[in-house]
């Protein structure tokens, strides 16, 4: 891997020297464990005239989930306690002889920028952007693997969940289980915050569950993911407990399925970002559900959870290969329930067989 972490940082140094900046200074975790291979607690990467560096307040994790570092870079921790790395890389940055040095100022806090300037008063700070987010919005197959058997655990731990009794238990039980089996088999972690809803808080995005307990009849949607090495999936599903679907379940099911599968059937390299949410979004809102809808159809995921591209009406850029999103409809009505699907796909052109669907639990509408 240390080819692959060399020339993404190679990647980023032609941006910065392309903006008139010879150094770089890259603070976002996530973005440092993507050039890095791994990103200890308050660790920042410099890319330097002369070499690029790992700073760290302290010896980096040693676990697995948390990355190693890329043996080509060196690593140097702070001399003692209560120093901040970022600065101490622009003083090193500023070392090396350079005029400028990019910074991620979406990332940076206003005190922590002041405090980089006052060490560095002849250093031109110049903003980095979101350089290396864009860099990440391309994966490459290793990446791909990684998401891959995040979902295949993601798969796992919601199918044995609904092999289990559900009635009488609560959301925040549920919830529990589904992040523990996730460990179970293998995952770092989750992906983020379990979110299970039922009866009228079913398909509800972003739900926090509560004590509600599980009952007959309900809605039931559940949406979790599993991080595998640093990398993280999303599955979203939604099913009937107890007893066969009334009418109007059905009759929601079914929108809310022909909106993801257009969405997902949209996937293509080249194809707009907004043509994929408008896809997924006409077929809802022709059935008179525009007021209901979420403002996005989904997003891209990876080393987070929320990254770009976002599919939106509004949002600009067209899709590339293999590029991992989320398809994720839904439609909630206040007081009665509602359904939520959601899969992560790769993004694949026709002579690759088209988008790759990572998350495979049926999307039948299933009585539990």
């Not at 921790?77 to 622009?90: E, I, N, S």
């Amino acid at each position: 891997m240390s080819e692959v972490y060399g020339a993404r940082r190679s990647r980023l140094r032609e941006r910065c020297q392309a903006s008139g900046s010879a150094s770089a200074l890259v603070t976002r975790p996530a973005n440092v464990r993507y050039l890095a291979g791994t990103a200890p607690h308050g660790a920042v990467l410099m890319l330097g005239r002369t070499e690029d560096l790992l700073l760290c307040p302290g010896p980096p994790d040693d676990r697995p989930a948390e990355g190693r570092p890329d043996e080509a870079l060196r690593v140097q921790r702070l001399p003692g306690p209560g120093g901040d790395p970022a600065v101490a890389a622009a003083g090193l940055a500023a070392a090396q002889g350079g005029e400028s040095l990019a910074v991620e100022e979406h990332h940076l806090t206003v005190d922590r920028y002041r405090a980089i300037r006052s060490v560095v008063p002849r250093l031109r700070l110049a903003d980095l952007g979101g350089g290396v987010e864009q860099l990440r919005v391309v994966k490459d197959e290793e990446e791909i693997s990684c998401l891959r058997i995040g979902a295949e655990i993601a798969d796992q731990a919601l199918g044995e969940l609904l092999e289990s009794i559900l009635v009488g238990r609560t959301e925040r039980h549920l919830a529990l289980e589904l992040e523990r089996r996730l460990v179970d088999h293998g995952a770092d972690g989750p992906a983020f915050a379990t979110s299970v809803g039922t009866g009228p808080n079913a398909g509800r995005r972003g739900h926090r569950p509560t004590d509600r307990r599980v009952e007959e009849g309900d809605f039931l949607s559940v949406c979790l993911g599993a991080t595998y090495r640093g990398y993280r999936c999303e599955i979203g599903r939604t099913f009937v407990i107890g007893t066969s679907p009334a009418d109007w379940q059905i009759e929601l099911y079914d929108l809310v399925f022909a909106a993801q599968r257009a969405g997902r059937e949209a996937l293509a390299p080249g194809i707009a970002y907004r043509d994929v949410d408008r896809a997924a979004r006409q077929v809802l809102d022709s059935a008179g559900y525009a007021e209901r809808l979420p403002a996005l159809t989904g997003h891209g995921v990876g080393l987070e959870i929320d990254e770009d591209p976002q599919l939106a009406p509004a949002a600009m850029g067209k899709l590339d290969a293999c590029v991992p999103v989320t398809v994720e409809p839904g439609v909630h009505l206040p007081g009665r329930g509602g359904v939520r699907i959601d899969d992560t796909l790769v993004v694949r052109p026709e002579a690759d067989g088209g988008p790759e669907l990572l998350t495979i639990t049926t999307k039948e509408l299933l009585a539990l």
